[in-house]
Structures are given as structure tokens and as C-alpha cells.
């Protein structure tokens, strides 16, 4: 997904996608605070069809993570196209997110 084709513009765009693979978490929740910049530089359709998938494939384990994922997807509805496209949004695999962690309002 990340350095297609070879555009150096796209490459801090790159670095941040890999350190969504990193093991430690730090760089983890670093680069999912940035995600909204990798959709805006996606474009709607590759953050549908590329960045979502991949989001879904590869960040699914520490809770923290999770969190910090459930928060950015909070606001990614323009980000996929609108509310025709809310549907998208990985929230229901978000709920694995222990209820402890979870933000309550009150």
C-alpha cells in the first residue's frame, strides 16, 4: 500500500503507514494520531478501499492501540466520503476495546 508509485511527496505518508507495523507501541499510537493526514493524502477512495482494510488487517491487538484508533475514526466521516460512506468505519471490530477502556459520557 505505502510508496506507490514512487512519489516522493507520499513518503512521509509512507513512513507513517510502517510505523503502524511497528512493534513498539509508541510509534503505533504516534501514527494513528496522524491518520487523518494519510486519508487526506489517500484521497476518499483509497482510504475506503486501501487504508481501512489495511487498518483492519494489521491493528488489532494492544488495547491502547485500539483506543487511540477508536478516537481518530471518530471524526473520519468526511474523511471516507461522507455519511453514505460511514458504514466503512471499522467501529464494530472496535468493540473488542475492553469496557474499561472505553470512554463513557456521562
Do not use: W
Not at 513518503?11 to 493526514?37: C, F, M
Not at 481501512?52 to 471524526?75: N, R
Not at 460512506?85 to 471499522?90: A, K, P, T
Request: aromatic share 6%.
Amino acid at each position: 500500500m505505502a510508496g506507490a508509485d514512487g512519489d516522493d511527496s507520499l513518503y512521509p505518508i509512507a513512513v507513517l503507514i510502517e510505523e503502524l507495523r511497528n512493534e513498539d507501541v509508541q510509534l503505533r499510537l504516534n501514527s494513528i494520531k496522524k491518520l487523518s493526514t494519510i486519508a487526506l493524502a489517500l484521497g476518499v477512495e483509497r482510504t475506503r478501499t486501501e487504508l481501512l482494510p489495511f487498518l483492519t488487517d494489521t491493528i488489532y491487538d494492544e488495547d491502547e492501540v485500539l483506543l487511540a484508533l477508536a478516537e481518530q475514526l471518530g471524526s473520519f466521516t468526511v474523511l471516507v466520503g461522507g455519511p453514505e460512506f460511514v458504514h466503512c468505519l471499522l467501529l464494530l471490530q472496535l468493540l473488542q476495546v475492553p469496557e474499561f477502556l472505553r470512554p463513557t459520557s456521562q
